[in-house]
């Protein structure tokens, strides 16, 4: 046998844990240089030109760009996140409150319509289609707002 053999013992522990350490903070700073990155684009009070310069310098100079933009912009850098993040809340809600109103407000023209439309697509079957159908035309399905649950566990889903 002529080839070494490396065993386990040829790499001591406190190598095992630098190697890990630095692994991980080279993880640590690619995730910070990202966000650097996105920061440049969402922030509204920079011009183009200052983003253009801003992102050559990260990209040309990462280490050193992304430590002085961090030094220079990093307090507004959170704000921007945090209002960024409370405006997609906002939206969200928004976006959930119409379609709970617009679920609400169908009446039973448009879920006759809809229901027909399952039925066309193979969804449901003919008998849980006249199921719903008598729903609908009696005042119980979802079309008068009196059904408990989604418009699909009305009709036997």
Do not use: C
């Amino acid at each position: 046998m002529s080839a070494q053999t490396y065993l386990a013992y040829d790499y001591p522990m406190l190598s095992v844990f630098w190697s890990m350490l630095l692994f991980f903070l080279w993880i640590m700073w690619f995730v910070l240089f990202f966000r650097v990155v996105v920061d440049i684009f969402r922030d509204e009070d920079m011009n183009g030109w200052a983003k253009a310069g801003w992102l050559v310098f990260t990209l040309v100079l990462p280490f050193l760009g992304v430590l002085v933009y961090v030094i220079a912009r990093g307090k507004n850098m959170g704000r921007r996140e945090i209002a960024q993040a409370r405006a997609q809340q906002a939206a969200f809600d928004a976006r959930i409150r119409e379609a709970v109103a617009d679920e609400g407000q169908r009446s039973s023209v448009e879920e006759l319509a809809r229901l027909s439309e399952i039925r066309a697509r193979g969804d449901i079957t003919d008998e849980e289609f006249s199921k719903a159908k008598e729903l609908v035309l009696t005042g119980h399905g979802p079309a008068n707002g009196s059904g408990s649950g989604t418009t699909s566990s009305a009709y036997g889903r």
